[in-house]
């Protein structure tokens, strides 16, 4: 295992330098002048000059490219042209709190589906199965923004139960685990579980289909073993890939929820990428992307190796 671990880990890295890479070039080659978010529209060419010199704009991409590079492996990611504040601070206290309500989320919706998806798979065909395939596909299909817009309409508006947007009633956009700042995850990680939910709920019952077909588990129940030895066997063999889904999951949502977050005011990731943008803040926007992408690609490596321990089945060479 541990040799499989530094194999991955070798393979990560080329893949890491291309997102990086990607990640750069996309930024720098979109339209605008980031400085024209911080410049004054009478300022004189000496001061754009100045500005542009110390934020190295003045240099070729290449070269701009290589000081990002090497800043960035010493954990500076550059100061935000918009606040003046270190673009690793802004993004670590963002990710933190996008990387809370994602796990949320998709706790709650690795939870229903699993649930709903061995229900739908083990009573295929019934109304259970038609009930629980219906809420997968209505989960996947109703766009994620307008249902947050919905449930702050309804339990904020009209009923008042929920705070609607925020992370905190103290304005600060920290999170925190006690009651007064639970109220405050609810709705937003409620609406970003639906698709999680909908797309675990339809594998899992794929799944579940599938194993029950095998003739492994014939011979289970010809042995005399009782429904419940068998259920411990196809979540057994369901897990790894139920496993690989939610973890997937999870980096989507850390990476995905720009319009989520902006609808609900959550001081993470998507609300800071979604001024950044505005704002042309491309070291902010930079830093934010990479950090994402890392979080991501080492995520798919952790997936990887726990399903890999999960199930002896998958080839390690």
């Known amino acids: 295992m541990l040799r499989f671990i530094l194999r991955r880990l070798v393979s990560v890295t080329p893949v890491a330098l291309g997102v990086s890479v990607v990640c750069f070039l996309l930024v720098h080659l979109a339209p605008g002048d980031p400085l024209s978010a911080v410049l004054p529209v009478d300022a004189s060419p000496e001061t754009i000059a100045a500005m542009r010199t110390a934020y190295g704009y003045d240099k070729p991409l290449p070269v701009q490219y290589g000081l990002w590079l090497w800043h960035v492996l010493q954990g500076d990611l550059g100061t935000s042209i918009a606040s003046g504040r270190p673009v690793t601070a802004e993004v670590g206290r963002a990710v933190v709190n996008s990387l809370i309500l994602a796990s949320v989320a998709t706790l709650i919706g690795f939870t229903f589906g699993t649930a709903f998806g061995f229900v739908a798979g083990y009573f295929r065909n019934s109304i259970l199965d038609r009930l629980a395939s219906a809420i997968s596909v209505l989960g996947v299909s109703v766009p994620h923004y307008w249902l947050a817009m919905v449930l702050v309409i309804v339990f904020s508006a009209q009923l008042g139960w929920l705070p609607p947007t925020g992370a905190g009633p103290d304005g600060s956009g920290n ?15 409620l609406t970003m579980s639906v698709i999680p939910m909908g797309i675990i709920a339809r594998t899992v019952r794929a799944l579940v289909g599938d194993i029950l077909a095998q003739d492994f588990v014939g011979a289970l129940r010809a042995k005399g073993l009782s429904e419940f030895g068998v259920f411990k066997h196809v979540v057994k063999n369901a897990a790894p890939t139920a496993l690989a889904i939610m973890g997937l999951q999870l980096g989507y949502l850390l990476g995905g ?48 190796v726990v399903q890999t321990a999960l199930d002896p089945r998958i080839e390690r060479g």
């Open 257 to 304: 929820s720009i319009l989520i977050e902006t609808v609900f005011a959550w001081p993470g990731t998507g609300f800071l990428l979604n001024a950044a943008i505005f704002q042309r803040d491309l070291p902010l926007l930079q830093g934010a992307i990479l950090v994402l992408a890392m979080f991501f690609v080492a995520l798919n490596l952790v997936v990887d």
């Open 175 to 189: 999170w925190r685990p006690d009651l007064e700042h639970l109220r405050y995850i609810v709705l937003p990680a």
